[in-house]
């Protein structure tokens, strides 16, 4: 996420078989309650998040020549400038491989739970071979029956992209279920976890309008507590991979982002 004032956020993703890209949305939505196995039934009503007044089409059109040079690329770009309600919509509703990217949505709902009370940042977590992964990240090559505190363990998945770290944080949660209800709480609609990390089948999905919709909502207020939001932000703003998004963002500006890459696909958010 690039910071160009108060909390007036730029977020650009970028996936290889596919491409994202996002800016924020105002979103609201209508919670009631009937009983299902998870104990609510949510409906969410979401109105017009964006205040879409004109497309960029010349843009547009140079994004679709760009991709067409690579015929093996799928494009999914969502952008809106809030100031004047200009945008460009390219697929964005479409379902993407997530990758790492997953994490970012996992991360808002680890923050619910502590913002609830029911998990702590100083709960410690512990290394086992039910969350044990490959891919990114160290906390692999820790020994069985390592203790990690829920804040380092969260710090990692999103700093270093740990994967490891990743499956502490599901399981701490309450598993992939409460996260995908969660999601589908929050009118994700693309959004999903199929399976721990690593995803190295890229069955985990999102979208570049879910991901937006997320952002537009945290950054509203939404969803997490202020501190919450600072804490996600500091860690955002700490990614180690700089060779996306910080290679082509003015220097001046400030950036929060998550990257994620299997295979094929490679992204920054």
């Not at 650009?12 to 009631?32: G, P, R």
């Not at 460009?88 to 996992?106: E, G, M, R, T, V």
């Not at 995803?199 to 969803?223: V, W």
Request: aromatic share 8%; charged share 20%; net charge positive.
């Amino acid at each position: 996420m690039l910071k160009k004032s108060k909390f007036n956020l730029f977020v650009v993703s970028f996936l290889a078989a596919s491409c994202l890209i996002l800016y924020q949305s105002k979103f609201a939505a209508l919670e009631f309650s009937n009983s299902n196995k998870m104990g609510k039934v949510y409906a969410v009503t979401i109105h017009n998040p964006f205040n879409e007044s004109y497309e960029l089409t010349n843009l547009k059109n140079e994004l679709n020549n760009l991709a067409s040079t690579k015929p093996k690329l799928k494009v999914g770009l969502f952008y809106i400038n809030p100031n004047d309600g200009s945008y460009i919509n390219l697929n964005a509703k479409d379902s993407f491989c997530a990758a790492s990217l997953i994490k970012l949505p996992i991360l808002v709902s680890l923050m619910q739970c502590i913002d609830k009370g029911s998990l702590k940042l100083n709960t410690p977590l512990e290394i086992n071979s039910s969350v044990l992964t490959g891919g990114s990240g160290y906390l692999q090559w820790q020994p069985l029956g390592t203790k990690v505190s829920l804040e380092d363990t969260a710090r990692l998945m999103i700093t270093h992209s740990d994967n490891t770290a990743t499956n502490m944080i599901i399981k701490a949660i309450g598993g992939k279920e409460k996260i995908n209800f969660d999601f589908k709480v929050w009118g994700l609609q693309r959004t999903h976890i199929a399976n721990m990390l690593g995803d190295f089948e890229g069955t985990n999905k999102t979208s570049p309008y879910d991901l937006a919709y997320l952002l537009g909502r945290i950054d509203k207020g939404e969803l997490v507590s202020p501190r919450s939001k600072k804490l996600m932000l500091t860690w955002l703003k700490q990614t180690r991979v700089r060779t996306l998004l910080p290679n082509v963002i003015d220097p001046s500006h400030k950036i929060y982002h998550k990257t994620g890459d299997i295979k094929a696909m490679v992204g920054d958010l």
